[in-house]
């Protein structure tokens, strides 16, 4: 009884998890201590990503898969060498953080029986399209500098930008935002930073009106 219940909160719970994130991000500094609570942030999403896509074998197989390798490669080149802003970890958490976003992305389009934890769920998507662009960007930032360019100083910031400005950028797009402070410079960078707009805009009005639909429409069939 309590398994069945804990599952019925897997999207809640991945949902804090990236929230917690989203608040913590900004002041997590560039020394070890926030590197650690950075990477400790990004294990707990593992985590959380995991066990939301358990109920299906092979989504569950391919999210330890997927897991492992960025965990793996973050404890490796960031908490043992050392070593902020490697493509390595980037591109791997990337690839967890797409994973995870569209195996709990067709699970949501797909149910029919609306429950508030699948609700949840399309928020934890809405917000892990965020992170896979924020994270995307910084993987394309670190491998060619200069795909992204500051019109403003920001805070703290001493040299190219990082990951909590590339996220903040994304989460700008992402809502088409747009002040303007952070611009797409070079062509693959403008690409994706395109997909994000359109993603954020098809996102919103279609999928979470479809969801909320079917949810307020078995709300009232139950009275």
């Not at 960031?78 to 953080?97: A, N, W």
């Not at 279609?206 to 079917?214: D, E």
Request: negative net charge; proline residues 2%; charged residues 10%.
């Amino acid at each position: 009884m309590q398994d069945h219940v804990r599952s019925e909160f897997r999207f809640t719970q991945l949902l804090v998890a990236t929230v917690l994130l989203m608040i913590g991000y900004p002041y997590f500094s560039d020394d070890s201590v926030g590197a650690f609570l950075g990477g400790m942030s990004s294990l707990i999403i593992c985590c959380a990503g995991v066990y939301a896509v358990h109920t299906t074998r092979w989504r569950f197989a391919a999210a330890i898969v997927f897991a492992l390798f960025a965990a793996g490669s973050l404890t490796v080149i960031d908490f043992v060498q050392g070593v902020r802003g490697h493509p390595l970890v980037e591109f791997s958490f990337f690839l967890f953080y797409s994973f995870i976003t569209l195996a709990v992305f067709l699970e949501v389009i797909q149910t029919i029986d609306i429950k508030r934890d699948t609700i949840f769920g399309t928020v934890a998507v809405y917000l892990l399209v965020g992170l896979t662009f924020g994270t995307l960007y910084d993987f394309v930032e670190t491998i060619s500098p200069g795909s992204f360019h500051a019109h403003v100083v920001f805070a703290g910031v001493d040299g190219g930008l990082g990951f909590r400005q590339l996220l903040y950028f994304s989460f700008m797009t992402l809502t088409t935002v747009g002040y303007g402070d952070i611009t797409a410079v070079t062509a693959p960078a403008q690409s994706v930073v395109a997909i994000e707009g359109v993603i954020g805009v098809l996102y919103v009005a279609v999928l979470v009106a479809r969801i909320v639909g079917i949810y307020s429409a078995k709300r009232e069939s139950d009275f």
